[in-house]
């Protein structure tokens, strides 16, 4: 019974990496009407550079302190993927807004393999799994043969707080009721005033945003990244969001 509710409970904190992962897709779907199937491929995107931000920082400034490690990276890379996100967009998106579905979904699944292996490519030893330093407190506790552990609380609670954060700005602010407007009817929204480029953006913006926090939490959960990491996530994400209903971000 013991190695069930640890089962669980890890399954739990697993659930959250991909539900952010998840929210992403659904946000792509609702907002923009498409499946972004690279989506997997730029939460490994936010990990790693995670790991760069935290080597750059430890390495070669020499700082050590976990607390503003952790910090940064998480600061950093959500930037830094958000940036990507609306240059992914801009790029490769904008372009066949109007075009037949298959061709967003051909379009955003080749330029994930793209995104892939030029990490594996470019990053030193990329093929390989890279270590993740673990910049969490090691503290756990086993209560009643449950095993308890500090990361994996954090991550719970993180990840719920960035859920909920997320549904909170889609319903109660100016851009988010922007965004909502969109998707219930792009050439209404426009002739409202709607900034429809600006929507694009913030859409990439956030599910960036989501997906390199996830990333991070699994490089802390599992202690190392690599390069091909993403194609788990971006499956099971999908698979998350159409089970919870396209467009629903607490289905998701």
């Not at 801009?90 to 699944?109: D, G, Q, S």
């Not at 503290?139 to 859920?163: C, H, K, M, Y």
């Not at 209404?188 to 913030?202: Q, R």
């Not at 996830?214 to 089970?243: C, E, K, P």
């Amino acid at each position: 019974m013991d190695t069930v509710i640890n089962q669980i409970l890890h399954g739990v904190m697993l659930g959250v990496m991909y539900s952010l992962v998840a929210v992403g897709f659904t946000l792509f779907f609702g907002v923009l009407n498409i499946i972004q199937f690279s989506h997997g491929e730029i939460f490994m995107v936010g990990a790693f550079l995670a790991l760069m931000i935290i080597n750059l920082l430890h390495l070669v400034l020499g700082i050590s302190n976990p607390v503003l490690l952790l910090f940064v990276a998480f600061v950093g890379s959500s930037i830094l993927t958000g940036l990507i996100g609306v240059l992914f967009g801009r790029v490769t998106i904008r372009p066949i807004m109007n075009a037949p579905p298959i061709i967003a979904l051909l379009t955003t699944l080749a330029a994930g393999i793209a995104i892939r292996y030029s990490v594996m490519a470019f990053y030193p030893s990329g093929s390989e799994p890279q270590r993740f330093p673990g910049l969490l407190p090691d503290w756990q506790t086993e209560i009643g043969g449950i095993l308890l552990r500090f990361d994996s609380f954090f991550i719970l609670a993180a990840g719920v707080f960035l859920i909920i954060g997320t549904y909170l700005f889609i319903n109660k602010t100016k851009m988010g009721i922007a965004m909502r407007a969109v998707a219930q009817d792009r050439e209404t929204a426009s002739m409202m005033g709607v900034n429809i480029n600006k929507v694009i953006d913030t859409t990439f913006v956030v599910s960036g945003v989501l997906a390199a926090c996830a990333g991070i939490f699994n490089g802390l959960y599992y202690r190392q990244v690599i390069f091909d990491m993403g194609a788990l996530y971006g499956v099971v994400g999908f698979s998350a969001a159409v089970i919870g209903g396209l467009g629903n971000i607490f289905g998701a």
